[in-house]
């Protein structure tokens, strides 16, 4: 993203509508991933693409890569896996190699950075991409099942904390196994 890109910033930020079943920006990117990687059929997208644009049902929205495995696995116990695997896969894509963490849920929730970034913890919310731990705002380390919601959060969390404050934080970017991942949101954000 250049200084002056921020339509990703203003997409995720302004929304305030009746919300869609999955963040309408990460969808698209994510689409676009498994796509130009070969890693969902043209139906597979169809069907993402209208599930994830679709009004939100049920306690909370999903990921684009819980609706993909979903489609992909009927047994819910068993999608967690195929959650993880289409993770690693546009972790790869996108030229990354990070690591899935275990361990995520049991961090404490980093109430003070929340407190302090309002708006930052509306769009991570909003992203399901929860702050695992922040050192003031220079070291600040986030989690998700996908890469591009990683992406995405970070280009964020830098936008907002340089305009208000003037710092640049080292952003780490951790891949959440997926029950991980639902209680960790559960804990921080109610969903």
């Known amino acids: 993203m250049n200084g002056n890109d921020t339509s990703v910033l ?23 991933l498994l796509q130009d990687h070969g890693l969902a059929t043209p139906d597979e997208l169809r069907q993402l693409k209208d599930h994830g644009l679709a009004p939100l049902r049920g306690p909370r929205p999903w990921d684009p890569l819980e609706f993909l ?31 899935l963490i275990p361990f995520a849920s049991r961090m404490p929730t980093p109430a003070a950075f929340y407190e302090v970034n309002n708006e ?10 929860p702050v695992l731990y922040a050192e003031e705002s220079e070291v600040i380390g986030i989690g998700s099942i996908n890469p591009v919601s990683l992406r995405i959060a970070s280009q964020l969390i830098i936008h907002s904390l340089s305009e208000r404050i003037g710092t640049n934080p080292v952003i780490s970017r951790m891949l959440l196994h997926h029950h991980g991942w639902i209680s960790l949101c559960h804990k921080q954000f109610g969903i």
């Open 120 to 129: 930052l913890s509306t769009a991570c919310e909003r992203l399901m991409t």
């Open 10 to 32: 203003d997409g995720v930020a302004n929304q305030r509508s009746a919300p869609p079943a999955t963040d309408p920006i990460c969808l698209d990117q994510t689409s676009k």
């Open 69 to 99: 495995a979903a489609m992909r696995v009927r047994d819910p116990d068993a999608r967690s896996v195929e959650v993880e695997r289409l993770g690693r896969a546009l972790s790869q894509a996108m030229g990354q190699q990070l690591t």
